[in-house]
């Protein structure tokens, strides 16, 4: 292969043709801040960003003005969950965020935690990551007030059943707030507050192909949260600071992109997935899948390979061109010292998979532009890699022997 082959569009994604075109004014001659809108050059900048607006508000199906822009997901994770919390600082009460979470909302509900908030965390499925739904109508309290459910997991590529879980616990409360992180989601598959019922949701811009640094916040009209940032007035007192214009402009034009050619995306990454999961089905030996095999994120696959870690698989796979992820590189630095703490596991042993193998998963989101013939030359590199790792793994050494064959 004549190019890197980039299957980790967990991480980021590159900007889509015509994002840099629409930012490219607001870094020249564009360059007025939207507060001064009383000259044509603030003026300018402001109706870039109300534009922007539109089409973010247009992919989640939302008001304009329920769009509050940040700086990125984890800022938008913070508002809301620490926004929340400061809003009712003496009253205390109970949150509730699935094991699957990402370290934004986990961390972000930690903090609260330390200031007297009780929190918990609800169980998944074993290898689907699916929230058990059972588990959460059962650990609702009369004091909770807030409920975090992302809409997938970028790690295993599991699709949660948002809409499922907001019935569940707006049936019991109606005034429990639902924030949904759907940084994984936006801009890969729908992603509708109306019909998924939620109060607040999270997008960030390089997720999908927009540009790094900008992200957005769809509260709910009439959400009542303390602003994290103290300072002027923007973002109608939801979000202090001078807006990054060029960023929110690109993200404006991702979300148009997004939506105009989704059904195109979906289609086109989930045949490269079916392709990319069959092959390594069919000749890699010791192989796991791990997420749901059907409520995922399209062009998504995930897995761990028995005798073989993580890391010098990934590492074996740079050098044939092959850049990929490896699913837990953070979560392995997560793991509680402390029983009582939020934060005691990461995805996978959330999902069962064994502890010594938490460290060595594999996560491959193909993208936009990739092609059948990048997914068969991946695919090609697998056994050979695998032979090299497998004869120098003890582990399968002693296997080996054990069935009386030879190791490698």
């Known amino acids: 292969m004549d190019h890197d082959i980039f299957f980790d569009h967990t991480s980021t994604t590159p900007l889509a043709p015509g994002v840099l075109e629409a930012m490219m004014p607001y870094l020249g001659e564009q360059y007025g801040n ?12 402001l109706s870039g ?4 607006r539109k089409h973010v508000a247009d992919l989640i199906n939302c008001l304009a003005g329920e769009v509050v822009f940040t700086s990125g ?25 699935s094991r699957v979470e990402h370290y934004s909302v986990i961390n972000a509900v930690n903090r609260l935690k330390s200031y007297g908030f009780d929190a918990e965390m609800i169980p998944v499925e074993k290898d689907t990551g699916l ?38 616990v707006k049936g019991k409360n109606k005034e429990i707030h639902f924030h949904c992180d759907a940084t994984g989601s936006a801009g890969w598959v729908p992603v509708d507050v109306k019909a998924l019922g939620v109060d607040s949701l999270t997008l960030s811009a390089h997720n999908f192909y927009g540009p790094k640094g900008v992200g957005a916040l769809y509260l709910k009209e009439g959400t009542q949260l303390v602003p994290l940032l103290d300072g002027g007035f923007q973002e109608s007192n939801r979000r202090a600071g001078t807006e990054n214009v060029p960023g929110i402009v690109g993200m ?3 979300s148009r992109l997004a939506l105009l050619e989704m059904d195109e995306r979906i289609r086109h990454l989930s045949a490269l997935q079916s392709r990319l999961w069959k092959g390594l089905e069919d000749n890699v030996e010791y192989i796991h899948f791990t997420g749901h095999p059907d409520f995922r994120l399209p062009g998504h696959v995930s897995f761990w390979v028995e005798f073989a870690e993580g890391e010098s698989l990934l590492l074996m796979l740079t050098l044939k061109k092959i850049i990929a992820a490896s699913g837990s590189a953070c979560s392995s630095n997560m ?3 402390d029983e009582d703490e939020l934060i005691h596991s ?4 959330a999902i069962g998979v064994p ?31 695998l032979e090299r790792l497998w004869a120098m793994s003890p582990a399968y050494g002693d296997m080996m022997k054990q069935k009386g064959a030879p190791a490698g």
């Open 131 to 168: 929230v058990r739904l059972d588990q959460l109508e059962r650990m609702l309290r009369p004091d909770t007030f807030l409920v975090c459910l992302m809409h997938s997991n970028m790690e295993i590529g599991t699709l949660q059943p948002v809409a499922e879980a907001v019935k569940v």
């Open 335 to 337: 793991l509680a010292q």
């Open 34 to 45: 939207p507060s001064s809108h009383i000259h044509k050059l603030g003026r300018g900048a």
């Open 252 to 254: 404006g034009e991702a």
């Open 73 to 97: 997901a984890t800022e938008s994770n913070n508002t809301v969950i620490k926004g929340l919390g400061l809003s009712r600082l003496k009253r205390g009460g109970h949150i509730l965020v």
């Open 355 to 385: 502890q010594d193998i938490c460290s060595g998963s594999v996560t491959m989101l193909m993208g936009r532009r990739n092609t059948p013939e990048e997914v068969d030359y991946v695919v090609s590199q697998f056994p050979p890699i």
């Open 346 to 349: 990461n995805v996978l042993d």
């Open 49 to 52: 960003i109300n534009e922007a």
